[in-house]
């Protein structure tokens, strides 16, 4: 026969748990010990209130542009609960509340978006990459840190964000490539926020669903409601069980919502309409996940003021934190500081120079 | 004669073009009902349509390769790489291909594009925003290099870049996009790409600059004169390729002393080149030797240092007096 029906996998599952009314289908509904669903709960809240408060102090001037999260603590969370310390984050910009559960201190956000380099600060013993702003670039990384830790013969994995306007990127699709090629640990998790600043979805793509882009590098891609945190953990429990078993990479597609602007230099109002996100605001991924917490007796309205209260004081200390530390901080001949593992005789001679001019200025007034 | 900010300058070269012209498309990410995120394409989609203002997939690669096989057409995109910190994901279309599409079809595809694109520091921005990467593009065969330094000369360099058969990459310093107007005539008025320009005259040092970096030195070149008499010349280069060499050899040849000023690193800066030039055409009336004030080699730091990263007023007076000092 000259022409003939070649069997390819053509479907990605979709996958909702929890719904937006806060009912759980009791079949799906994972195994997730009571303690850990607190944790991830208040994770949510803290990166909701952080993320109020930074937008906050950014419109007071006290800190500068940054991306705010609110809407996709559940793509999040879910995913980056299933890492061991060992395994390797791998974020982009907007990953704020999944930094923090990987143990990123929340006064370096303030710093670094108050425009000081110290706001990257990565413990010894944490695998985190730091925050990566080329779109899409940092997919690659994790493919070469999982080739890495499966040269060394470890069970570890990487994972990495990235959003819908990244799966335009070559980078991306290279990223997949080589993933599928090589058989890699790899998970990628794309938060699908329907955005890329004033871009829609329907003018990046003209498939479906962005999971199975997965499907042409010759791996598994699956859509999870990203606003269900029950969804979002399960799909990717079983994405890093295939993962560390050798069975190779997965993409998962958490399909959410950008809620606020793309930065705080956006202004959204001139791309979209507020019906639009009003429509997402009823699908709010931390108010159902406390319709099922109290269902389940976890949590009660005391209970949630008190998550509440402790969360602000959390982020009350790291302010404080922050603009104690930013008095401290801010040599400008520290911008010298990690050029290189050892400064070059030519940069010793221009940090001089830099310091003989501050030397003067100081004189001076 | 309307005064516009740069933005709003480009804006109307942008508009003005279209309307001559149906082949300039504009693309880019955003630059549609966004406007672009400085605002430089706004309202062309609205006037224009998506299929001369076209909002594309997230995709530099894409965006100057597909401008490519647009210019190659015959076709005038200009397009929009949103910030020149993501250019590099561009940058083998442009060295493969743009840069040479004229030498490899030995003379019979040319690539009339623009690539414009927001370089440098001074407006407090995220990592990857500030960079003053200039030297890579200037270094390139076959590419043109365009960087303006007003509203004014803004317009009518983009309009000639519009128009100019060989591939245009535009530089503009977001730190002057809407920090001053100017008069800007309706009329149209273009400028000669590959021409620099005396901003100031004076007999006593010859400073060189171009872009953002014209503006600290216009003021350091008032605050010489004011405080110490002396009178600087002040060049604004406005394309660093093809370097117009005579009018800066010349005002040295004029006043013995020459310095050149811009953010971009150092080492194999657009500085170095000039250097050379003026070592080549006028050693010999050199007085003193020439300095250069510009960015460190290092990264620019984020935003709380990035002030004593950029060259200064006071940083080009303390060497503009050094030199003259050397000179008693
Ligand atoms: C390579 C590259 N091009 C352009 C930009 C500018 N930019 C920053 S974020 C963004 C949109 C990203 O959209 P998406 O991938 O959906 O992530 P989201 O912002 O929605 O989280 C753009 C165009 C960039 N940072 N990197
Ligand atoms: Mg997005």
Redesign the pocket.
């Given at each position: 026969m000259p022409r003939s029906k070649i069997d390819i996998p053509c479907h990605v599952d979709y996958l909702s748990i929890l719904d937006e009314t806060g009912t759980v289908d009791k079949e799906l509904e994972p195994d997730i010990s009571d303690d850990f669903l607190l944790d991830i709960y208040k994770a949510m809240v803290l990166g909701r209130r952080f993320d109020e408060r930074m937008l906050n102090l950014q419109r007071q001037g006290r800190i500068g542009t940054f991306?705010p999260i609110t809407g996709q603590e559940a793509a999040q969370l879910g995913t980056v609960a299933h890492l061991r310390q060992s395994d390797w984050f791998v974020p982009s910009f907007?990953e704020m509340v999944a930094e923090i559960w990987r143990g990123r201190a929340m006064e370096t956000f303030l710093l670094y978006y108050s425009g000081y380099n110290e706001g990257v600060d990565i413990a010894e013993d944490q695998n985190n990459l730091p925050l990566s702003?080329?779109?899409?670039?940092q997919t690659l990384h994790a493919v070469g840190l999982a080739w890495a830790v499966r040269y060394r013969k470890k069970d570890d994995v990487a994972m990495t964000w990235?959003?819908?306007?990244?799966t335009s990127?070559g980078d991306f699709h290279e990223a997949m490539n080589f993933a599928g090629v090589f058989r890699l640990p790899v998970i990628f998790v794309c938060?699908n926020?329907q955005?890329?600043?004033s871009v829609p979805l329907s003018k990046q793509t003209r498939s479906k669903t962005l999971a199975q882009k997965a499907l042409a590098y010759g791996f598994p891609g699956i859509q999870v409601d990203g606003n269900d945190v029950l969804a979002v953990y399960t799909a990717a429990k079983e994405a890093v069980e295939r993962a560390r078993a050798g069975d190779g990479p997965t993409m998962i597609e958490c399909v959410t919502y950008?809620m606020m602007m793309?930065t705080t230099a956006d202004d959204p109002k001139r791309y979209r309409s507020d019906e639009e996100v009003e429509g997402w605001r009823k699908k709010d991924p931390i108010t159902r996940f406390e319709k099922y917490l109290i269902d389940k007796n976890l949590l009660e309205p005391k209970k949630i003021e008190s998550v509440d209260q402790e969360v602000k004081e959390q982020i009350q200390q790291a302010v404080d934190k922050a603009e104690k530390l930013m008095k401290e901080l801010g040599d400008p001949l520290d911008m010298f500081n990690h050029a290189y593992a050892q400064l070059p005789p030519h940069l010793e001679v221009q940090k001089a120079y830099l310091a003989k001019e501050l030397a003067e200025t100081m004189e001076k007034e | 004669m309307p005064k516009l900010t740069m933005v709003q300058a480009l804006n109307m070269a942008l508009k003005q073009e279209m309307e001559k012209d149906d082949a300039v498309i504009v693309l880019g990410?955003?630059v549609g009902l966004d406007g672009g995120v400085f605002r430089v394409t706004d309202q062309l989609y609205q006037q224009f349509g998506e299929n001369r203002v076209v909002d594309t997939p997230?995709a530099?690669t894409a965006i100057v390769g597909m401008s490519i096989g647009m210019a190659i057409y015959g076709l005038k995109p200009v397009c929009e790489i949103?910030?020149s910190g993501?250019s590099y994901?561009n940058f083998h279309q442009i060295e493969n291909h743009a840069s040479r599409m004229r030498w490899r079809s030995q003379g019979r595809f040319g690539v009339p594009m623009v690539l414009r694109t927001p370089y440098g520091g001074g407006v407090r921005a995220l990592e990857h925003h500030s960079e003053s990467r200039e030297a890579f593009w200037s270094h390139m065969p076959g590419l043109k290099m365009v960087i303006p330094s007003g509203p004014r000369n803004a317009r009518a360099l983009l309009v000639s870049a519009i128009r100019d058969p060989d591939p245009v990459i535009f530089y503009e310093a977001k730190a002057l996009y809407r920090a001053f107007r100017e008069e800007v005539p309706e009329e149209e008025e273009t400028m000669p790409i590959g021409k620099s320009q005396i901003a100031r005259e004076g007999n006593d040092l010859t400073m060189i600059s171009y872009g953002a970096m014209t503006r600290p030195t216009m003021e350091a070149a008032s605050e010489l004169a004011e405080k110490d008499g002396v009178e600087a010349e002040v060049v604004d280069l406005l394309t660093l390729s093809p370097l117009d060499d005579d009018l800066f050899t010349e005002s040295v040849k004029k006043t013995g002393k020459a310095m050149i000023i811009h953010e971009a690193p150092m080492s194999y800066g657009p500085g170095a080149e000039i250097l050379a030039r003026l070592v080549e055409k006028s050693f010999y009336y050199l007085e003193v030797p020439v300095e250069r004030v510009t960015g460190f080699d290092i990264i620019i730091p984020l935003f709380n240092r990035e002030n004593h990263y950029i060259p200064s007023v006071k940083r080009i007076l303390r060497t503009a007096r050094k030199m003259m000092d050397g000179m008693k």
């Open positions: 991306p907007r702003v080329p779109v899409g670039s990235f959003g819908d306007g990244a990127e938060q926020n955005w890329a600043i950008r793309h | 990410e955003d997230l530099e949103q910030f993501f994901q």
